[in-house]
């Protein structure tokens, strides 16, 4: 299937898990994820009406940036604070932030930039070992200390990345913790607390993360096909 069709394929899938959970399927937003793609592959998405892409590598952003100028990108991967300075100017939002100390950064290189920056925050519900991204019970902390430390910075939601399982019934947990995490520090008062997304769901689980309450799912393979990574 080519990737307008697979973009088709996907659109009814969030359309029909949105219906069952009772929600307008407009309020959910699709990231493409086009990490390993090439930009041809980024075209065809945009051709076929979809222009924000979700990329976890800072050197993929700052190539593809400059030859897509009419996509918007959105950081989803592990970010190291020696690299924020090569995207603050170029993303719409950062899903994956997960400590003070990245923060911080992020806040010095928006002052410099002198911009606002969007950020989500990235909870690590499972506790998996393997994943980053902070512990449920650690998210409020942070919360509060970023509105208070970092004022070009604006908290619009929290993303999550589910334990990789065949079995929806074992990870809606972690889904539905998420969305009552996201509910609670959602009510928080404070300017620069913008609640607005809720980002969870990849290829292998996103109706379920619809059922739950996400609006923003990230989608790589079931647009892109299975990704190629060059042999180590
Ligand atoms: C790669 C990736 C995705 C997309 O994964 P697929 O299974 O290909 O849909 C989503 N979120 C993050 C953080 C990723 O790194």
Request: one cysteine or more; charged letters at 30%; a negative charge.
């Amino acid at each position: 299937m080519s990737i307008a069709e697979n973009i088709e394929k996907v659109r009814r899938e969030i359309a029909a898990a949105a219906e069952k959970a009772g929600r307008d399927p407009a309020e959910i937003r699709l990231l493409a994820v086009s990490k390993t793609r090439s930009v041809e592959e980024m075209r065809e998405a945009m051709a076929a009406g979809l222009c924000v892409f979700g990329e976890n590598h800072v050197q993929e952003i700052r190539e593809k940036y400059p030859l897509l100028p009419d996509a918007s990108f959105h950081m989803i991967g592990h970010l190291q604070t020696n690299k924020v300075k090569y995207i603050v100017d170029k993303v719409e939002l950062i899903h994956s932030v997960d400590s003070l100390h990245l923060a911080e950064e992020i806040q010095r290189q928006a002052e410099k930039a002198e911009r606002e920056v969007k950020i989500l925050l990235q909870v690590n519900a499972a506790g998996e070992a393997s994943k980053f991204g902070l512990a449920a019970g650690e998210t409020e902390d942070m919360l509060l200390r970023v509105l208070r430390d970092c004022p070009r910075i604006r908290v619009c939601g929290l993303m999550h990345i589910a334990p990789a399982s065949e079995d929806m019934e074992a990870i809606r947990p972690y889904f539905r913790q998420v969305k009552e995490l996201y509910q609670t520090l959602g009510r928080t008062e404070h300017p620069r607390c913008q609640f607005q997304w809720l980002s969870m769901g990849m290829s292998g689980d996103f109706p379920l993360a619809i059922e739950e309450g996400a609006n923003i799912v990230r989608i790589g393979s079931a647009i892109f096909g299975p990704r190629q990574y060059a042999a180590q």
